[in-house]
């Protein structure tokens, strides 16, 4: 190393423009909000919809009991909403502009994880409400 020398490194320009470079990625506002654009498509995907869903069995127990369809067709309503926002920011995000594999990588085991635990937590509810359901009208009926 020469004494006195200066080292320009590549990264150093894209604080002239004003990018931020996180972990030698280059974030510039229109990629951070699509980053947050496609997480919030994950969340919704992978948090909201699984306990929406379950509003579709009770919509089922409901015709089951011959209380009609709107609480069915109302859930299947919301859950198509709920998946196409889901899915459109999903989209937007990852391809506005192009994420990284990594970053493809991390979303994908984000996502596996929080459905998990999402779809449990959705059918202990749907277990609960139907309970709770029966058990009113066992009351009701003695």
Not at 104 to 113: C, D, G, I, P
Request: hydrophobic share 55%; with cysteine.
């Amino acid at each position: 190393m020469v004494f006195g020398a200066v080292v320009e490194h590549p990264l150093d320009q894209s604080w002239v423009r004003g990018d931020k470079t996180v972990g030698g990625l280059n974030m510039s506002p229109d990629s951070f909000g699509a980053l947050l654009a496609a997480y919030g498509g994950i969340i919704v995907l992978t948090v909201f919809l699984p306990f929406i869903a379950s509003f579709i069995l009770d919509g089922v127990v409901q015709v089951l009991r011959s209380n009609g369809l709107k609480v069915l067709l109302a859930a299947l309503g919301l859950t198509l909403l709920f998946a196409l926002a889901g899915y459109l920011l999903c989209q937007y995000g990852i391809n506005n502009p192009p994420l990284a594999s990594s970053t493809l990588e991390s979303m994908r085991t984000m996502a596996q994880m929080l459905l998990t635990f999402s779809t449990a937590l959705a059918l202990a509810a749907f277990v609960s409400r139907t309970a709770k359901l029966l058990w009113k009208t066992r009351r009701a009926a003695a």
